[in-house]
């Protein structure tokens, strides 16, 4: 039934997704959901027929080591009636007669074993079930937030303008926001320096430092990695780790040394009082 209402919910995303006419700035983004979508609804149905024959090959092993138990059980009942009347016989047929038994009951041991081990490999596969429709149902929440969000440049753009209007509590969530809908995107590195900014406005100086790193790890090339390694090195002079302060600062005039964010290392370095360049060559960081 949860499969059924799963496959459903996602055919009417699917029918959604496609009624509703996408901006041209969201066609990628709308066409990989659309994707996405069918790929989840083709992976349940396969997880759905793998489970069903399954539990068709365990129900029948349930059933044959039941008949079994049933033999089993009649055979002894049979054996213990055919004992009691023969208590007059000789002991040499009692003896053949428990070891009979014996051996019944050797086999019931046996088949109680067997099925126990298919009792816990069912348990298994339903855990197993269990934990993959919760992974699908995740999947399928994810999709379907991406599904809502505002396109990606219109998200930005409001984003950008609370910014710039002194609105940076709704500024920094709708550039999470960004950051989470449409972290591969080139304005991603955009959305990371300026909530880097705002960490850095309110003095959380070692947030900052690392929204900072991330522009410069991840958007190297981006038009924000000269301002995001300046204002790193701001930000750890802030924390008092004026040596790795410079050392940014530094990079920023090798790198970008005719740009506004080179001369202002410069002074930067000036206030410090230390050389612009430093007496042994700097191992840098790779970009």
């Given amino acids: 039934m949860k499969t059924k209402i799963f496959v459903a919910t996602v055919a009417v995303i699917a029918v959604w997704a496609l009624a509703v006419r996408p901006t041209e700035g969201a066609n990628k983004d709308i066409i990989q959901l659309q994707v996405q979508v ?24 349930v059933e044959h080591n039941s008949d079994s138990v049933n033999k089993a059980v009649t055979s002894i009942n049979e054996l213990n009636a055919n004992l009691q009347r023969q208590q007059g016989d000789s002991s040499g047929k009692v003896d053949q007669v428990s070891g009979q038994i014996q051996a ?4 019931m041991d046996e088949v109680k074993a067997r099925l126990a081990k298919v009792s816990k490999q069912l348990e298994d596969m339903q855990a197993s079930q269990q934990n993959l429709n919760t992974q699908a149902q995740s999947q399928q929440q994810a999709a379907q937030q991406q599904a809502q969000a505002p396109p990606p440049d219109v998200l930005y753009n409001n984003a950008l303008r609370d910014y710039n209007a002194g609105k940076i509590d709704i500024a920094s969530q709708e550039f999470n926001d960004y950051i989470k809908f449409y972290p591969n995107t080139d304005l991603a590195g955009n959305a990371f320096f300026y909530v880097a900014e705002i960490e850095f406005k309110q003095g959380n100086f070692q947030q900052a430092a690392k929204d900072y790193d991330q522009v410069l790890q991840n958007f190297p090339g981006g038009n924000k990695a000269a301002a995001a390694e300046l204002k790193k090195g701001m930000a750890q002079v802030q924390l008092g780790q004026k040596e790795d302060g410079a050392k940014s600062f530094r990079h920023v005039v090798q790198r970008f040394p005719r740009s506004n964010e080179a001369a202002q290392a410069k002074e930067q370095l000036r206030k410090m009082g230390v050389a612009v360049t430093s007496g042994k060559p700097s191992a840098g960081r790779d970009q």
């Fill in 104 to 107: 019944l009951n050797d086999t």
């Fill in 38 to 61: 069918q790929a989840l609804q083709d992976q349940m149905s396969r997880m759905q027929q793998t489970f069903d024959e399954r539990m068709g090959v365990m129900r029948n092993l």
